[in-house]
């Protein structure tokens, strides 16, 4: 088996080795990459947030139907992209034609310090980040619902809000059980007090979800979820069967809005057409 690392489509025989919380690197997880070139050119390579993978190509038999060798080779390549180790470290120069660079993960601390600094423009202290937090949430209310639900993170945490009284068209985010974050809308005669056990992604009764990232056309369908929000005339892709699925009902215009507790597969003949 041969190892390579892949930059810009071109690759490059390598050797690769890692590490769990790299004590010399403030703890956080590294791959150390041995190359044949030089210091300056391994650097310019490999600066920060370089999208990289690593490439496995192995020659192996090819078998018959019975599972035995033919005689005859091929080659099977394994790609693994490793882009979140997006930080540049110590290169270290063998002294024989070879050198080893370290890239690392961002710690948590880092990524939460971008975030912030991303949001805000500046780098600011973690007190500062919680007092302005409230005033995020305020002023995500304002939102569409198009920019409430391309931006989740800044609309107010259902978890964080547990014991307050919401009332219907109140917006609020909360994971799946994948652990994507998305933007819920309280429905229509459904306003409660939030309790721990009614998260949003499992009380489609009291919950919508916003879901505006997709066009619901038969190329980029919606991902369907009970208690969502349908539309007449939008294409929608089960995530039980994976199938795609039409809503429309006789005697319904299209672009007519129907919240329903039930997903497509169950409502084939009702709400929905198999495609």
Request: proline share 5%; aromatic share 6%; hydrophobic share 35%.
């Amino acid at each position: 088996m041969s190892i390579h690392i892949k930059v810009n489509n071109t690759e490059y025989p390598a050797a690769i080795s890692g590490a769990n919380n790299d004590r010399t690197w403030d703890g956080r997880d590294t791959k150390i990459i041995t190359l044949t070139m030089t210091h300056d050119e391994a650097a310019a390579l490999l600066p920060d947030n370089t999208p990289w993978s690593i490439v496995q190509r192995e020659t192996v038999n090819v078998l018959d139907e019975q599972g035995q060798p033919t005689g005859e080779t091929k080659e099977v390549v394994n790609e693994y992209d490793n882009s979140e180790y997006s930080l540049a470290g110590d290169i270290t120069d063998h002294r024989n034609g070879t050198v080893s660079i370290k890239m690392g993960k961002p710690t948590e601390s880092e990524l939460s310090e971008a975030t912030v600094t991303a949001l805000v423009g500046q780098t600011i202290t973690p007190r500062r980040a919680v007092a302005l937090r409230p005033m995020i949430e305020q002023a995500a209310k304002s939102f569409t619902d198009a920019e409430a639900a391309k931006s989740p993170e800044l609309v107010a945490r259902w978890a964080d809000h547990i014991g307050e009284v919401v009332a219907s068209g109140d917006r609020m985010s909360d994971t799946d059980n994948d652990g994507v974050l998305h933007v819920y809308r309280v429905n229509d005669g459904h306003g409660h007090t939030t309790q721990s056990d009614w998260p949003p992604h499992s009380t489609p009764a009291m919950w919508t979800i916003i879901d505006l990232e997709h066009a619901g056309t038969q190329d980029d369908p919606i991902p369907a979820a009970r208690g969502m929000e349908y539309t007449y005339g939008l294409y929608y892709k089960d995530p039980e069967d994976t199938k795609l699925y039409l809503c429309e009902r006789m005697g319904e215009a299209a672009g007519g809005k129907i919240v329903l507790q039930y997903l497509p597969h169950e409502l084939v003949g009702q709400y929905f057409t198999a495609v």
